[in-house]
């Protein structure tokens, strides 16, 4: 840590001389006292000091030679400290040891009498009067000083904590709602240059073997994303950090590893806007934003675990699917292009888009276990068996619902061979009541199946389909459902339907 925090002056009354309105108010009533030398004492716990304040005036004892000012000031100095202990509240006229007019106001802080101004070389009389007057300007200054160093002192005690809480509610709505590692990481590259005004950032991750870094996210470099750029363990600056654990703080530069268990990589900021300094209060906020990276990434992770599992859950029971539907499943790969496409359409993004089309998928799960005379049936079903094949839906509920992350599943199963006038099974529901993915899925169904060749029926033609899925417009099916539907195969893509007939 190359940097030490800048301490607040601990003494409020020396900010006095850096106000704008003492420097205006002063130069007025220097020239009122005509061109006096003006001394400004503090004493403090740690020793005392004497700051000549008029660089350009002088007095003609003063003037005489160094080792005389050298006097001025030793007397001075000890007439200021004699007052200070004995906690004159008023100020008081004297005559300095070269026989000048002088006087010395003290300045009260709180019940304390800590420092002081003397005003040497005074040459008018009627001095008396501008002195009161002075000194109340003084006493109004002191306590402006006074306030602005207890609003300073407020604002750099408060406003970082407030920082780090705003930090902390950003970075866990980052969090928690981004899942993917490769979305995840640029978002908080980001989010950490906006929060710490940084100009650049980059974030390393290892690889699973935990030789190389792999640059995750770079503001200054594009192709990260398009080529692997990976850095070795240990080499350069990255490597080091990420190896032997420790932050980097310097003036341009903060480092941070991000901390599990192992080094998991690391984060960098360079370069703070306007050419400032990195300050510990950004190495504090960016140690808070790294430990919630921290979490994010260990969530990511596990995210994706549970994909994996969904995913190799949905294969196995479309694998044995597929094993009972004797061949009939040819048009799945065009019955889940329509139904992306119209889920789009209707608005459907991320986690509801790849629901849906898990779902197309698993709609007749239910099927699995249903005898083979009723599944491979050509003829009429009779009631009984048609009352069985109407049990599908909830079958294939009770097979998916054992697995958790399919839950946002179940509903479009279930209700798949619901109708929008509420004649369909199995709840009958009506209208919106049914879930936006089974309204989209009935019309694909109903197509997919008038166009499919069937030993037992003649197929139809695409345009004979369109029509009658036009007349189910508000009927049987969500009449904005059937919009995106005619859009979606008259201008996303007219070949395909005619490629899957060939
Ligand atoms: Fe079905």
Known sequence: MLLREKKIPKIPERRILDE????????????????????????????????????????????????????????????????????????????????????????????????????????????????????????????????????????????????????????????????????????????????????????????????????????????????????????????????????????????????????????????????AAFTFTDLEIFKILAEQTVVAIKNAKLYDETQQLTLGAVKSINELLELNSAGDNVHLPLFARLVNEIGKDMGLRGEDLTNLGRAVLLLDTGYVGLPEKIRTKREKLTEEEYALIKQHPHRGVNVLKSVSSLKPVIPIVLHHHERFDGQGYPHGLKGEAIPLGA????????????????????????????????KQRGVQFDPHVVDSFLKVIAVEFPGAVEDFRK
């Open 20 to 275: 704008e309105s003492w420097k205006h108010g002063y130069a007025a009533f220097h020239r009122l006292f005509r061109d006096p030398l003006g001394w400004f004492y503090m004493g403090n716990e740690s020793g005392d000091d004497l700051v000549r304040m008029d660089r350009k005036t002088c007095c003609s004892w003063y003037a005489q030679s160094a080792a005389c000012g050298r006097t001025c000031e030793k007397y001075l100095l000890d007439l200021a400290r004699a007052r200070k202990s004995e906690k004159l509240r008023s100020l008081r006229k004297f005559s300095c040891h070269a026989g000048k007019s002088c006087v010395l106001f003290p300045l009260p802080f709180l019940n304390e009498i800590r420092s002081s101004l003397i005003l040497c070389n005074l040459k008018t009389s009627g001095t008396a009067e501008l002195a009161k007057a002075f000194y109340e300007f003084l006493k109004t200054q002191r306590e402006l000083s006074q306030k602005n160093f207890e609003l300073q002192n407020f604002y750099e005690t408060v406003h970082p904590r407030a920082l780090a809480l705003s930090t902390m509610h950003a970075v866990h709505r980052v969090v928690s709602a981004v899942y993917n590692l490769e979305d995840l990481l640029p978002r908080i590259g980001r989010l950490s240059m906006q929060i710490l005004k940084a100009g650049a950032c980059s974030i390393w991750l290892f690889d699973e073997d935990r030789e190389h870094l792999i640059l995750k996210f770079d503001s200054e470099k594009a192709d990260y994303k398009k080529k692997v750029i990976r850095k070795k363990s240990g080499a350069g600056f990255e490597g080091r950090i990420a190896v032997n654990g420790e932050i980097c703080f310097k003036r341009n530069v903060l480092a941070i590893p991000f901390l599990d268990q192992d080094i998991l990589g690391l984060i960098i900021l360079r370069n703070k806007q306007g050419g």
């Open 439 to 470: 309204r989209i899925i009935a019309v694909v169904d109903s197509f997919t199946a008038m166009i499919s060749k069937r030993s037992y029926r003649r197929s139809k033609g695409i345009d004979e389909a369109v029509s009658e899925i036009r």
